[in-house]
T-cell receptor, first 111, second 113 residues
Framework: KAGVTQTPRYLIKTRGQQVTLSCSPI?????VSWYQQTPGQGLQFLFE???????NKGNFPGRFSGRQFSNSRSEMNVSTLELGDSALYLC??????????FGPGTRLTVT | GENVEQHPSTLSVQEGDSAVIKCTYS??????FPWYKQELGKRPQLIID?????GEKKDQRIAVTLNKTAKHFSLHITETQPEDSAVYFC????????????FGTGTRLQVTL
């Protein structure tokens, strides 16, 4: 089976812009979670989607949002970008309650 | 919410030696504890996990132990090899209410020749 894929892999944006990142889970996995990874804060949970519904949400401002489509693919959107949003954004998919498998991430740089 | 602490932040061992990384968690309801390995520029890879109904799990050179009473779990790597060099993250989750993973801050393991 193909692994979790994310597009784009790299992105450079300017403060104030918005960005949309995409994640395609492993075939058959219906849950997709998003994480932000930074050197200072480590890996932090953003939100989880299952069957097109947001099931959990982390402690991030409302500028961070997401959605999931009927084919389980997911997107996350960040509006009004700030310098501090520069990070590696990882998505992870799972089939059961347990094992989560990560994609390669999207490296977002905000200038 | 859950808080996971991880020690040490860096660990250097000689090839062939053992490495141990320790984590503690705060939420007694957490029941799932995976470990991820992340090489430079790569995605985190699930290397082993343990559920709260067992105290130890082993997979070749890697083992994880869980002490629910003390709320801590550890990763043990034996006969370390240069390719074990990476950042290792522990995590905890309560799969009963939410499957979000709360991660430790990571341990940079360097295996020297």
């Amino acid at each position: 089976k193909a692994g979790v894929t994310q597009t784009p892999r790299y992105l450079i944006k300017t403060r104030g812009q918005q960005v949309t990142l995409s994640c395609s889970p492993i075939s058959g996995h219906r849950s997709v979670s998003w994480y932000q990874q930074t050197p200072g804060q480590g890996l932090q949970f953003l939100f989880e989607y299952f069957s097109e519904t947001q099931r959990n949400k982390g402690n991030f401002p409302g500028r961070f949002s997401g959605r999931q489509f009927s084919n389980s693919r997911s997107e996350m959107n960040v509006s009004t970008l700030e310098l501090g949003d520069s990070a590696l954004y990882l998505c992870a998919s799972r089939m059961t309650l347990y094992e989560q498998y990560f994609g390669p991430g999207t490296r977002l740089t905000v200038t | 919410g859950e808080n996971v602490e991880q020690h040490p932040s860096t660990l250097s061992v000689q090839e062939g030696d053992s490495a141990v990384i320790k984590c503690t968690y705060s939420d007694s309801a957490s029941n799932y504890f995976p470990w991820y390995k992340q090489e430079l520029g790569k995605r985190p890879q699930l290397i082993i996990d343990i559920r709260s109904n067992v105290g130890e799990k082993k997979d070749q050179r890697i083992a994880v132990t869980l002490n629910k009473t003390a709320k801590h779990f550890s990763l043990h790597i034996t006969e370390t090899q240069p390719e074990d060099s990476a950042v290792y993250f522990c995590a905890g989750a309560n799969t009963g209410t939410a499957s979000k993973l709360t991660f430790g801050t990571g341990t940079r393991l360097q295996v020297t020749l």
